[in-house]
């Protein structure tokens, strides 16, 4: 795979199933036009698709209870409006699309009432005079020429969005029989996500932070609105985040979420909960075995069971979770789907069940789950395996402390001796998965072995793992990442005299670390959008003034030892700093701070910064961004490991 070939990642979304119409939308980048191409298309359950629409930004297709309407997101061209997501809907059986929102700043993907009639969504609005509004005196004021923010909070901006106060997210309502306007449900003075409607089509079910948002918090409160006016009722005070709620068919109201209770408020493992009228929700999964993945959709109560994905050992599994459990653990979970892949999306009617699964030869496929096993339906991958991918092997080894490293080697072609890369993810809670990555494939196509993993801090592998690091990072974590490098240089066809090692916001804090604790052990480094000093980001990123104390506290001594930027001088290798010039979630003076430290000390320093990105340019920068930098990472390591 060559920097380029990212044009042939095509990504579906979260499909929707009513009856025999399958829709999902599939997403890739488009170099030409420096944009995301996306359409919706229609799988055939007995295999085969067609273009559903033709783009080219379409996407979160749903499809009425009744069967008879597909409802929308589509984006055109152009500023404003007419650049952004507006709600669509059109008829099951074809025919021209019907634009029923022109939101200024767009809309969120739209929910079925029961009368198939109604839609709920939530959409950002602008106070008068900001983001290409009109003022109070029919001005429209560039961004630079906007009036002054008063900030009183914290939480007041949000990496890869931007400021959030002065546009909060709002549950609007729509009418589809209708020409009319959408109706805001709730006020402008917080905002809300996630709608879900009650079974009786008269309220919606939105998150809230917690007592209406009223100061900071990083708890949630599930709140029903009624549409047609009236209080809110609040549903479920929880004791931490509240996530995609759904409704059982028998009443029962369920969400994703995690617990703050126990004083974890970082590498917590979300679980499925019920609410109880007029009680606490309940928990049905166990807190140390069961990791939800909530970027795989809302659950799926299917009969006595509710589907969910599950994240384990890099893979991410869809299981079932009987309706009456307690504290259920992962073995007690029946398997739907698992093994070497990771469930990124799914859908259920009646008794089919469909995924969309990724996996070391795939970005996702539509597949239908049955009792004689999975039935893949499409192949939109091909044109990236005939681009050629490299071979993964897994990984296993023990730290220095007897403890349990899991991971992969991606191998180059050829015999070797090949030079070695350790790439290392960020988070630090998350996990590499059992799937194509874009990056390994790339840095092993032009001759680079690739060695992943999961140290401990990363998700899935049980929440003890995941807060082994709170308060105690760059120790066992170091442990795991050197751990597994020298599992694989046991290998005779790597180059243990030619190593390098990467990383992006973990990763690259973790780079700048080892990069000064263990230089001997690399010829250079590459780090990435890092954290390299906990005192400024506690006060410059999007989530410091919690996420700081969360994984390393509030002492600043502490802070200063357990920053990268503290031992700067000890870097003896050639190290690339590299940024984005918009990312709020790792600040751009994180880069500049060690670039200039780096230099001081005489260490060979470039520093590589990119206009116009936030935090996530690796997985949704511009398209000739991603090149780039690709090209710009094969260029450095050409020239310090050759």
Same mark, same amino acid.
């Given at each position: 795979?060559?920097?380029?070939?990212?044009?042939?990642?095509?990504?579906?979304?979260?499909?929707?199933?009513?009856?025999?119409?399958?829709?999902?939308?599939?997403?890739?980048?488009?170099?030409?036009?420096?944009?995301?191409?996306?359409?919706?298309?229609?799988?055939?359950?007995?295999?085969?698709?067609?273009?559903?629409?033709?783009?080219?930004?379409?996407?979160?297709?749903?499809?009425?209870?009744?069967?008879?309407?597909?409802?929308?997101?589509?984006?055109?061209?152009?500023?404003?409006?007419?650049?952004?997501?507006?709600?669509?809907?059109?008829?099951?059986?074809?025919?021209?699309?019907?634009?029923?929102?022109?939101?200024?700043?767009?809309?969120?993907?739209?929910?079925?009432?029961?009368?198939?009639?109604?839609?709920?969504?939530?959409?950002?609005?602008?106070?008068?005079?900001?983001?290409?509004?009109?003022?109070?005196?029919?001005?429209?004021?560039?961004?630079?020429?906007?009036?002054?923010?008063?900030?009183?909070?914290?939480?007041?901006?949000?990496?890869?969005?931007?400021?959030?106060?002065?546009?909060?997210?709002?549950?609007?309502?729509?009418?589809?029989?209708?020409?009319?306007?959408?109706?805001?449900?709730?006020?402008?003075?917080?905002?809300?996500?996630?709608?879900?409607?009650?079974?009786?089509?008269?309220?919606?079910?939105?998150?809230?932070?917690?007592?209406?948002?009223?100061?900071?918090?990083?708890?949630?409160?599930?709140?029903?609105?009624?549409?047609?006016?009236?209080?809110?009722?609040?549903?479920?005070?929880?004791?931490?985040?509240?996530?995609?709620?759904?409704?059982?068919?028998?009443?029962?109201?369920?969400?994703?979420?995690?617990?703050?209770?126990?004083?974890?408020?970082?590498?917590?493992?979300?679980?499925?909960?019920?609410?109880?009228?007029?009680?606490?929700?309940?928990?049905?999964?166990?807190?140390?075995?069961?990791?939800?993945?909530?970027?795989?959709?809302?659950?799926?109560?299917?009969?006595?069971?509710?589907?969910?994905?599950?994240?384990?050992?890099?893979?991410?599994?869809?299981?079932?979770?009987?309706?009456?459990?307690?504290?259920?653990?992962?073995?007690?979970?029946?398997?739907?789907?698992?093994?070497?892949?990771?469930?990124?999306?799914?859908?259920?009617?009646?008794?089919?069940?469909?995924?969309?699964?990724?996996?070391?030869?795939?970005?996702?496929?539509?597949?239908?789950?049955?009792?004689?096993?999975?039935?893949?339906?499409?192949?939109?991958?091909?044109?990236?395996?005939?681009?050629?991918?490299?071979?993964?092997?897994?990984?296993?080894?023990?730290?220095?402390?007897?403890?349990?490293?899991?991971?992969?080697?991606?191998?180059?072609?050829?015999?070797?001796?090949?030079?070695?890369?350790?790439?290392?993810?960020?988070?630090?809670?998350?996990?590499?998965?059992?799937?194509?990555?874009?990056?390994?494939?790339?840095?092993?196509?032009?001759?680079?072995?690739?060695?992943?993993?999961?140290?401990?801090?990363?998700?899935?592998?049980?929440?003890?793992?995941?807060?082994?690091?709170?308060?105690?990072?760059?120790?066992?974590?170091?442990?795991?990442?050197?751990?597994?490098?020298?599992?694989?240089?046991?290998?005779?066809?790597?180059?243990?005299?030619?190593?390098?090692?990467?990383?992006?916001?973990?990763?690259?804090?973790?780079?700048?670390?080892?990069?000064?604790?263990?230089?001997?052990?690399?010829?250079?480094?590459?780090?990435?959008?890092?954290?390299?000093?906990?005192?400024?980001?506690?006060?410059?990123?999007?989530?410091?003034?919690?996420?700081?104390?969360?994984?390393?506290?509030?002492?600043?001594?502490?802070?200063?030892?357990?920053?990268?930027?503290?031992?700067?001088?000890?870097?003896?290798?050639?190290?690339?700093?590299? *940024?984005?010039?918009?990312?709020?979630?790792?600040?751009?003076?994180?880069?500049?701070?060690?670039?200039?430290?780096?230099?001081?000390?005489?260490?060979?320093?470039?520093?590589?910064?990119?206009?116009?990105?936030? *935090?996530?340019?690796?997985?949704?920068?511009?398209?000739?961004?991603?090149?780039?930098?690709?090209?710009?990472?094969?260029?450095?390591?050409?020239?310090?490991?050759?």
């Amino acid at each position: 795979m060559r920097p380029a070939d990212i044009e042939v990642l095509a990504v579906p979304g979260r499909p929707a199933l009513r009856g025999d119409l399958l829709l999902a939308a599939v997403s890739s980048p488009d170099l030409e036009t420096d944009q995301y191409r996306s359409t919706i298309r229609r799988i055939s359950l007995s295999g085969g698709e067609t273009p559903w629409t033709h783009g080219p930004r379409d996407s979160s297709p749903a499809i009425s209870p009744d069967g008879r309407w597909v409802a929308f997101l589509r984006a055109g061209d152009g500023k404003g409006a007419e650049g952004s997501p507006q709600v669509h809907v059109m008829p099951v059986g074809g025919g021209e699309s019907r634009r029923l929102t022109s939101l200024h700043l767009g809309a969120d993907a739209p929910v079925w009432a029961p009368d198939s009639r109604w839609l709920a969504f939530t959409a950002r609005d602008p106070e008068p005079g900001r983001y290409g509004t009109e003022d109070a005196d029919e001005r429209t004021p560039e961004p630079a020429a906007e009036a002054p923010r008063l900030i009183k909070r914290l939480d007041y901006r949000i990496d890869n969005i931007g400021f959030l106060r002065d546009r909060p997210k709002r549950l609007f309502v729509l009418d589809t029989f209708e020409d009319s306007e959408p109706e805001a449900v709730t006020p402008r003075d917080y905002s809300v996500s996630q709608p879900v409607w009650t079974p009786d089509g008269e309220r919606v079910v939105v998150t809230v932070p917690h007592d209406f948002d009223r100061t900071e918090t990083r708890e949630h409160d599930l709140v029903a609105f009624p549409v047609d006016g009236g209080e809110p009722e609040v549903l479920a005070a929880c004791a931490g985040y509240a996530d995609q709620p759904v409704y059982a068919p028998d009443g029962t109201l369920y969400f994703i979420g995690t617990s703050h209770e126990d004083g974890v408020v970082v590498a917590s493992n979300a679980g499925l909960y019920a609410v109880v009228p007029d009680g606490k929700p309940r928990r049905l999964t166990d807190v140390e075995t069961v990791d939800l993945e909530p970027g795989s959709g809302p659950a799926i109560p299917l009969g006595d069971e509710v589907l969910v994905a599950v994240r384990n050992r890099g893979a991410v599994e869809l299981r079932a979770i009987p309706a009456d459990a307690e504290g259920a653990k992962l073995d007690d979970l029946r398997v739907l789907h698992a093994g070497h892949s990771a469930v990124h999306g799914f859908a259920a009617d009646g008794e089919t069940v469909v995924a969309v699964v990724a996996g070391l030869d795939t970005a996702g496929e539509l597949v239908v789950l049955g009792s004689d096993g999975p039935r893949v339906l499409t192949d939109y991958s091909k044109p990236l395996r005939d681009k050629g991918l490299c071979e993964v092997v897994e990984l296993e080894t023990t730290a220095p402390d007897g403890y349990p490293v899991h991971g992969w080697l991606v191998l180059p072609e050829g015999e070797g001796p090949h030079p070695v890369l350790r790439v290392v993810h960020g988070g630090p809670f998350a996990q590499q998965e059992w799937t194509v990555f874009d990056e390994a494939q790339v840095y092993a196509s032009a001759g680079f072995a690739v060695v992943l993993g999961n140290p401990r801090g990363s998700a899935g592998y049980g929440q003890s793992h995941g807060t082994s690091v709170v308060h105690n990072l760059g120790t066992v974590d170091v442990d795991d990442v050197l751990a597994l490098l020298d599992k694989a240089l046991e290998r005779p066809d790597l180059d243990s005299s030619r190593t390098g090692i990467m990383g992006g916001s973990y990763g690259g804090f973790m780079t700048s670390w080892v990069a000064a604790k263990h230089p001997d052990r690399f010829r250079a480094a590459w780090s990435e959008r890092a954290v390299n000093a906990w005192d400024s980001f506690a006060g410059s990123s999007d989530i410091g003034y919690y996420f700081t104390e969360g994984y390393v506290g509030a002492d600043p001594e502490e802070q200063r030892r357990r920053s990268p930027l503290s031992y700067a001088a000890d870097v003896r290798i050639p190290f690339a700093v590299v *940024h984005s010039e918009q990312d709020w979630r790792c600040p751009l003076e994180q880069a500049q701070r060690q670039f200039v430290a780096l230099r001081q000390a005489g260490v060979e320093t470039e520093f590589l910064l990119f206009p116009g990105e936030g *935090h996530e340019l690796t997985r949704s920068g511009k398209p000739r961004h991603r090149v780039q930098r690709f090209e710009a990472a094969l260029a450095w390591w050409t020239r310090h490991l050759s």
